[in-house]
Nanobody
């Protein structure tokens, strides 16, 4: 069983920064794209950022582009999300995912599919 374990969530003031980590353990194909989603209370889970194995391609939601940065360390099977200029609307549970698929369609990073791996989620709260 593959496990994704997130860390780094917490409480931060608006305008501040926070870094999240997601470490994979167990049998894991390290070439999977990985990414982050988030879900605020009463709202649908939404895409935040994704990164391919090589790291040369990244994808961001419009709401976080220019503020968040995703990266990965394949030797550690870990991805990171650096969040800057945080806003109260960034408050959500943040979930790490591995896009564990045999093929990838258009806009593959925007939605999950059965078979994708997920972390347990970590709470990020931005105070105003």
């Amino acid at each position: 069983q593959v496990q994704l374990v997130e860390s780094g969530g917490g409480l931060v003031q608006a305008g501040g920064s926070l870094s999240l980590s997601c470490a994979a353990s167990g049998r894991f194909a390290s070439n999977y794209p990985m990414g982050w989603f988030r879900q605020a209370p009463g709202k649908e889970r939404e895409f935040v950022a994704a990164i391919v194995w090589s790291g040369v391609s990244t994808f961001y939601a419009d709401s976080v582009q220019g503020r968040f940065s995703i990266s990965r360390d394949n030797a550690k099977n870990t991805i990171y999300l650096r969040m800057n200029s945080l806003r109260p609307e960034d408050t959500a549970v943040y979930y790490c995912t591995a896009y564990a698929r045999g093929s990838y369609g258009s806009n593959w990073y925007l939605n999950s599919q059965p078979g994708d791996y997920w972390g347990q989620g970590t709470q990020v709260t931005i105070s105003s």
